[in-house]
C-alpha cells in the first residue's frame, strides 16, 4: 500500500505542521496537539471543544474557526486523545462562559472526555457535555456502548457553534447540542476497507465485489454484508434505515459524507439518487451538503446524515462560518 508519508509515528504531528502553514488563522500546537482558533478566547462567548482519532480529517480540527469550534484536540490515528490535552484546549478557550465537549460515542472518547471534564473544573473551569449517537447501523460495535457517534458530529458543531457565536449562554449552547443530536440519524456504507499507516494494508477483508452495509467510521462490521449494489440501491437502503428510525414531521438538513476514498463523481450521483428516495418518501430537505467531512481514512464508501430541523436550526445553519473545512456567509 502505498501512502504520502513519512514514517507511520510522525503522520498526526506531520500533518498538523502542514495544518498551521496552511491556516495562520489557527493557533495549532503541535507538541501537545490541540488546535485552537487564534482569536480565543473570545469575551463572553462559550467555548466549544472536539475532538477524536486522527484519520476522519477534516473532522475536526478542519471545522475550528468562528461559528463552529473554539479548539480541537487530534489523538493518534483511530486512537482517543489524552484528558491533558481536552483540558489545555478548554483553558485556552474559556473566557469564564463556559466550555462544551461535544463527544462521538467511542468508549476512550467518552471516558477521557469524562475524565478531562473534571480536571477542568478543579480549574474553574464550567464544563458542559454532550454525546453524538447518531449511528442507526448497529447498537452496540466493537467500539462502543450504545450508538456510535458519525456524521451528525458536524451537524452538531456547525449549529451549537453558530449558537455560541451569537453570545448564548451555555445553557442554551448544550440544549441545542442534545437538540440537534437527538433530531439526527446516520448509515454508513463501505465498498473497500481502510488502511492505517501503521499497518500498512486493509484491516479487515472485503473481497472485491461485496459491500458493508452500516459499517462505522474505523471499519467497524456493519448490518451485513451483500454482493456490489448500484447508487440507487444503496441509497434505498440507506436512507430508509435512517428514516425509519429518524421518521421526521419537518424538513432535513442532509448530509451526503464521502468516507475519504470515493471521489466527488460518484459521491454527487449518490446524492441524486438520496434526493429521489427523500421525494419519494415525502421528506422536504432544507440544504445538502456533500462532501469528504467525516472520513475513515482511505476507506471507499459514504454515510447519509437527516437532521431535522425547525426555522432556528435552519437560521443557525445559514448563519456565518469561517473553517478550514466549512465556510460560508463572511
Known amino acids: 500500500m502505498k501512502m504520502l508519508i513519512n514514517v507511520p509515528e510522525t503522520v498526526v504531528d506531520d500533518a ?21 482558533r487564534r482569536d480565543a478566547p473570545v469575551a463572553g462567548k462559550v467555548g466549544l471543544v472536539s ?30 486523545p489524552v484528558p491533558d490535552q ?6 485556552a478557550v474559556d473566557s469564564g462562559a ?15 472526555f ?46 451549537a457553534g ?11 449552547v448544550e440544549a441545542i447540542a442534545r437538540q440537534v443530536n437527538e433530531s439526527s440519524r ?23 465485489g461485496e459491500l458493508e452495509l452500516g459499517i462505522g467510521i474505523h471499519g467497524e462490521p456493519g448490518r451485513e454484508r451483500r454482493a456490489m449494489m448500484t447508487s440507487r440501491e444503496i441509497a434505498d437502503f440507506a436512507v430508509n434505515a435512517v428514516l425509519e428510525d429518524l421518521k421526521p414531521t419537518g424538513p432535513v438538513l442532509a448530509l451526503v459524507n464521502g468516507m475519504g476514498g470515493t471521489p466527488l463523481l ?19 430537505v432544507a440544504r445538502t451538503l456533500v462532501g469528504n467531512y467525516v472520513t475513515s481514512l482511505d476507506m471507499a464508501g459514504c454515510s447519509v446524515t437527516l437532521c431535522q430541523v425547525d426555522e432556528d436550526l435552519l437560521r443557525l445553519w445559514d448563519a456565518p462560518v469561517q473553517t478550514p473545512a466549512l465556510r460560508w456567509g463572511r
Open 16 to 36: 498538523l505542521r502542514g495544518m498551521a502553514a496552511a491556516h495562520p488563522d489557527l493557533a495549532v500546537d503541535v507538541a501537545n496537539r490541540v488546535v485552537v
Open 51 to 80: 475532538g477524536g482519532g486522527s484519520g476522519h480529517e477534516p473532522l475536526h480540527g478542519g471545522f475550528v474557526g468562528p461559528g463552529m469550534l473554539s479548539a480541537a484536540c487530534p489523538g493518534e490515528v483511530f486512537t482517543s
Open 86 to 91: 481536552m483540558v489545555r484546549a478548554a483553558a
Open 98 to 112: 463556559g466550555v462544551l465537549f461535544i463527544v462521538k460515542n467511542y468508549t476512550g472518547d467518552v471516558l477521557n
Open 114 to 159: 469524562d475524565m478531562a471534564a473534571e480536571l477542568a473544573e478543579d480549574e474553574g473551569v464550567q464544563v458542559a457535555k454532550v454525546l453524538v449517537n447518531d449511528d442507526v447501523a448497529v447498537t452496540d460495535s466493537l467500539f462502543t456502548a450504545g450508538r456510535r457517534g458519525t456524521g451528525a458530529t458536524l451537524f452538531v458543531e456547525k449549529l
Open 162 to 172: 453558530a449558537a455560541a457565536e451569537e453570545g448564548a449562554p451555555l445553557e442554551r
Open 186 to 208: 446516520s448509515f454508513g456504507v463501505a465498498l473497500t476497507a481502510v488502511s492505517t499507516p501503521a499497518k500498512g494494508s486493509p484491516t479487515f477483508d472485503l473481497p472485491q
Open 266 to 284: 460518484e459521491l454527487y450521483g449518490f446524492n441524486a439518487e438520496v434526493q429521489r428516495v427523500l421525494g419519494e418518501r415525502g421528506v422536504s
